[in-house]
């Protein structure tokens, strides 16, 4: 299939004018964000899953497809920022901002909700609020679309928002570079974005006071619970590190087993136990994703085998005793081998918790839709992280994945339940407004209609 903009009579174009209608009444319609999913799954998409990875011809053409719904709002204003973040904005009588955020971006053969449910949800909450307060609500609001959260071409994610927050390491993704050898610097000049220039984003949360973001859960919890919709404490910390065992190589078939220096057998032995230690921490998560060994032939016991180790949890000292639990079970494992061990640390990033009058809104959002809340946290970073890290009140909600499968073609939700997520973002919207602008101040004018001037 071709990936872009359908040519003028498409059946997919159809549509816009009567997307246009719709928003004239002024009621939210959940059941047009789910077209709107689908028709960008049809421009993007084949049959091996969606392909909008960032900063490549077929993100641009959807970045093009957003800004072309937007553009059918009256009164907001649109535009890239210095990181190539895209903005809505729809001005408030008060330059205090409401932030609703997503990324239209995918994985490569990725799914068709990851990331582009926030944005297409944000968009519908958008009409319906320029619509309710015809153009002029007591609040600024502002949908933005993240440039790159996945990092799919150039293995870092967060792009965007990370220069938004001004958490980007700069020297670091100055380096990155694609499989194909091409530079971000370089890849991104092609969309308008001077990579030095990037931290200059900043000035857009300038007036943030606060941020919303809705996202499949990609994982099995709610699916597991039965319910539809959660609420998100916070996104996990992450210890990452490579440990190194490094015994004697040595002919597999002369050496007794008794006199084996086997860096393999010590590295085994951490896979156990990572296990042992994430039960005991009480939803922590540890894994080790990568293993490698030298000489790596069958005929010699292994001298070096390093693994990579990456452990997750919510609350700060709970990770760092799993981390020292790691570290003291490697040095246990390495001197019943006669081995030695060395860590080295390959990322970091502290646990990002929540706002708790926001997570208090979204429960209650949810349990007005008739849904069951359930508080949990997320195990993946989401541009939301870096909202937070800026000192913006944030909140996360999540919608059920069936499967609990994401960055996947089977990626999907049940359309009831995207449809609830919608309605709930949008209570949740309508009460954050409330919150930033003072309840009374909120309801009188809500009462009294928009301001007109004399």
Known sequence: MVFGRPTPGNELWAGAA????????????????????????????????????????TWANARKWLRSKLEQLPGI?????????LWATLRGESEKALLIGGHIDSVPNGGWLDGCLDTMAGVEILRRIQAQFTGRPPVTVRVVDWADEE?????????????????????????LKDKEGIGLVDAIKEYGIDFEKVKDSGKELANAAAYLELHIEQGPVLLDLGLPLGTVLG???????????????AHSGSTPMNRRRDAFLAAAKMSPEIY????????????????ATKPGIVTSVVEECRIALDQRHLDAKVLARMLQEAKEASERFAKEGNVSVRWKRLWEIEPILFNKD?????????????AKSHRLPSGPLHDAAEVARAGVPTVMMFVQSLHGISHNKIEDTKEEHLEMAVTALDKLAEKAMSWICGDETYLRRQRMGPATNS
């Open 18 to 57: 009567c997307c246009k209608m719709e928003h004239m009444k002024g009621s939210l319609n959940p059941k047009r964000t789910i077209a709107e999913l689908k028709e960008l799954r049809s421009l993007t998409a084949d049959e091996n899953g969606a392909h909008r990875v960032a900063f490549t011809s």
């Open 77 to 85: 204003e649109i535009h890239n920022d210095a990181a190539g973040n």
């Open 151 to 175: 990092g799919a071409r150039f293995g870092k994610s967060l792009f965007g928002s990370s220069a938004c927050s001004g958490k980007i390491d700069m020297d670091e993704t100055r380096g």
């Open 235 to 249: 996104t996990f910390g992450v210890e990452r590190h490579a440990i190194t065992f490094r015994g004697q190589a």
């Open 276 to 291: 042992r230690i994430a039960e005991r921490s009480n939803s922590g998560v540890c894994t080790i994703g990568s293993c």
């Open 358 to 370: 926001l997570i208090k809104f979204c429960d209650e959002a949810i349990s007005e839709t008739g």
